[in-house]
């Protein structure tokens, strides 16, 4: 079987993607959502003029039945014609991904829930929670501080009960040059009685209390669960700069006698440097989601940089698709074209083996998750 | 028509240059102007020994009458031969620029002014004013303190009267970690006074007072016109990790309700932080001139990392030459050179249509830059 | 003679490396010698599945007589069959390289000294040597912190009287953020004071302050000799971020009147940083060793992205092997393979001259480390 059959029928797990569009969208609303920028698209141009654009318009224009490289134009009128939910069904449908890993935690009223993504996609669904919506929805109780430090902890756990991993936006809502240590109760208790009464006078429930925002990943550790954390690029509330996973390593080895999995999520433009956490410290893993969809037919590329320090029992299939089906199946698709393109040319030159090309293809596809996240078929992936 | 026949005929905007050399040199002095470093050629070494020494030997010496890949010795005897206003005819015609934005503000009695580099070239010359340049000017013609910062804006705006953009070297002359927000006018004031007798006694007038610089930095912004920052690369006056363009984005989000355009200039290395800004931030651009010369056959690696996130209406084209030719020539060359590579391989495999690419290259040689900065033909860029 | 053909033969010098294994190793032993990682393998996991394990199987086993590809449980098993010492032998032997500049301060016991090296790969070596270990020697002679300060640099002289460079460890004991300027004398005594007491109580002799740190420093440049940096990747030991070497142009540049040659090691993932400084400094030179080994088949594509910004002379070959002699036949094979297929493209492209990529592939793989080094040969490099 050669590489690239074997990656058109791996049924991927995407250990870390969102629920697809609930809603018929316009032009305008669709392109907003091509984009990690949350300004309205510039007068005078298009998002679709971009790489993602020109993915959409090349390889979902097909699913919906148009020729490759359509017009904006002639995409939208078949999106707004097909509907949404054809349009969730054909476009989940040809990604072949088999399981998602679904993080629920934004925006979650105008997406596909876990019970309506695994109907649409006709595929399993498990769930990751979000720390820090978890600590909104308790700040929203109207609870006390000290309630809220007893309390967090318990709610996380009823919360997860049946989840698969958790997540956090530190990365969001401070960056990741936070102080490492788990901070001690009375500092917590301190810092929630400034944000609930913050979030009360506010009518807001924005967490971003570096010492909260600590104190909720600690409590994530404390849970056991596999760890997802926002890595590098995203919309304009973070600043990329601070958002380098180098900056984790002093908190990395202080969670490593814990046992628990770190995953490094998109990791744009700093993949290199994951890659090198990845080698050194055995908990910690990533991958380089959101920007293979970003970037378009630059994804391969961006696939063998990801593929240099990392010990490929570390590195994990993502396509963060959020919203619009389309991301859903890009990220799919240009995984496979990335990796068949990169993998298929070390084989050619004779640098790997092909049993090894199609063998890696599966530990990042899906053996890697598998064996993190201990779901079904996750045992023995090692030779 | 083919990618690479549309690219070899395209008459490009050159958004960022200086003028070429008005004198001619000897070999050291032109191994000189072909490195960003400031010292000495290191003794038994040379700069043709190097991307873009052999840049120029392989392709500019084909235009001075001698064959691809001529000897340092033969290639700086026949420029010596010709002379430089030959020389300059001669490399600027074969570059195919038909419009250049020339900064104007350094050293710029080497090198040809706008009405003698649009004759040298034969081609549109616009001007595009150094904000440092003008407050050095104005410092030199002993003013009081209070006289500076009142009639700052009053000169640029005379200055710049026919200009159609402005530039700051603040990444040189104190990096992009400066305090974002706008100084006040006491402020200004006690450090124009203490730069103003500082200058006096030294008999320079370098500025380098981070006030000072953000003052002229948000005079720059009120006047309105497109604001070009040198970013990353360039001599080791600066220091490179701080400027980083990442390091710019609060300031940039201070900018943004003004509606003026921001052009991050060179950005090498940094040019995947530049993409970055430049799609989730609506008035930030970016090109990756110098980092073309300088990388000379890398180049073609260099536009492809370019081409990742930032929308194409976002990416512009400039050579950043000073002096030698040579560099005009190599600027656009290399451009076209990588580009045709770049986007024919992307056509071949089916990944972009044809006429996209023809249309994005179209954008990037000029129509974006047309467009931000109001030349004429600059309308209805979009599709 | 093609670029191919001159790279399969061109005896290579070395310019930093360490000792081969001097005892036999186990499966378990030998997997964390190739990893950067100071910690167990992960369990379920095996660093075979790396580009650095896939490239021992694919060009190493053929060397110990076993197809390409094999099996981890056939190379282990052969290579215990062969025995360290002509597993040594023949992996040497193949790497064709001719000099070795040997960095004998890490981990001595473990492996050849600089004469068992010469013998065992019949090949000239020359010492390197660590100026952290020479201190670490010094201060376990007794010495009080007077006779520290006076004493170092004479025992310097003494250990380095055959000996043709210098190696700081800075990066790894604390970072290049350190204050750049020459410590003054008080300031050391009172630091040698201290870090003496520290090392008696503990029974460890690790120098890891910064005042120390530089003292050494200096007094490796009072010394005269090439002076090595340890760069960017290395184990956990280090903080990577604080290993750019960006970091380091404020020192850089005090160090420059001395005349003393600088060079920045392995550097990824910041070799294209490195390469702005030997583009800027005269004194500064760079490789990308230790990536070439770890990346595997992606080291083309490091190799290509070192050779960007910085002279042809002012970069150098090194494999920065330690233990396995896999490393320093990966090192050596690697470079050869990945500098004939960039080579060779841009000469096949007609970018580059053949003759122009044979001379460069001899200037990095030994010209210009016998030029830096004052090594047998070294002279009249440049053309």
């Not at 797990?13 to 698209?41: C, W, Y």
């Not at 046992?259 to 908990?283: F, I, K, N, S």
């Not at 959020?322 to 698709?333: C, I, S, T, V, Y």
Request: charged residues 25%.
């Amino acid at each position: 079987m050669s590489i690239e059959d074997f990656l058109g029928e791996l049924p991927l797990v995407d250990h870390h993607v969102h629920g697809a569009l609930r809603d018929d969208v316009g032009r305008d609303a669709l392109e907003r959502m091509l984009t990690e920028s949350d300004r309205p698209i510039p007068a005078g141009t298009t998002q679709f003029d971009s790489q993602i654009g020109f993915a959409v318009l090349r390889w979902c224009a097909p699913v919906l039945g148009l020729e490759p490289h359509a017009s904006p134009e002639d995409y939208v009128r078949r999106r707004t014609e097909l509907g949404t939910a054809e349009v969730n069904r054909r476009l989940l449908a040809a990604s072949g991904t088999g399981h998602y890993l679904l993080e629920t935690g934004y925006r979650g009223d105008d997406i596909l829930g876990p019970a309506e993504m695994a109907a649409a996609a006709n595929a399993r669904v498990d769930e990751i929670v979000r720390l820090e919506a978890v600590a909104e929805e308790l700040a929203a109780s109207q609870v006390s501080a000290r309630e809220f430090v007893r309390r967090y902890p318990e709610v996380l756990a009823e919360r997860t009960a049946d989840a698969v991993g958790l997540k956090s936006i530190v990365a969001y809502r401070y960056g990741f040059d936070f102080e490492p240590h788990r901070p001690d109760g009375s500092e917590v208790e301190v810092a929630a009685g400034k944000w609930l009464r913050t979030t009360e006078e506010a009518g807001t429930s924005r967490l971003d209390d570096p010492v909260l925002l600590r104190f909720l990943l600690w409590s994530g550790i404390d849970r056991g669960l596999p760890l997802q954390l926002h890595t590098g690029y995203g919309d304009p509330d973070l600043r990329l700069n601070r958002c380098d996973p180098l900056l984790l390593a002093d908190w990395l080895e202080l969670v490593e006698p814990s046992g628990v999995d770190v995953l490094l999520l998109h990791c744009y433009p700093y993949h290199r440097h994951a890659g090198y956490l990845a080698q050194v410290y055995p908990h910690v893993y990533f991958d380089v989601g959101l920007g293979i969809n970003y970037t378009g037919v630059r994804s391969a590329a961006l696939i063998a940089e990801s593929l240099e320090l990392a010990p490929f029992a570390k590195i994990l299939f993502s396509s963060d698709a959020w919203g619009p089906a389309e991301l859903h199946h890009l990220g799919a698709l240009l995984w496979r074209r990335g990796m068949a393109r990169v993998l298929g040319t070390w084989v050619a030159d004779g640098d790997w083996a092909a049993t090894d090309a199609i063998r890696v293809a599966g530990m990042i596809g899906g053996g890697n998750a598998r064996r993190v996240y201990r779901l079904p078929g996750g045992e023995g992936a090692a030779r």
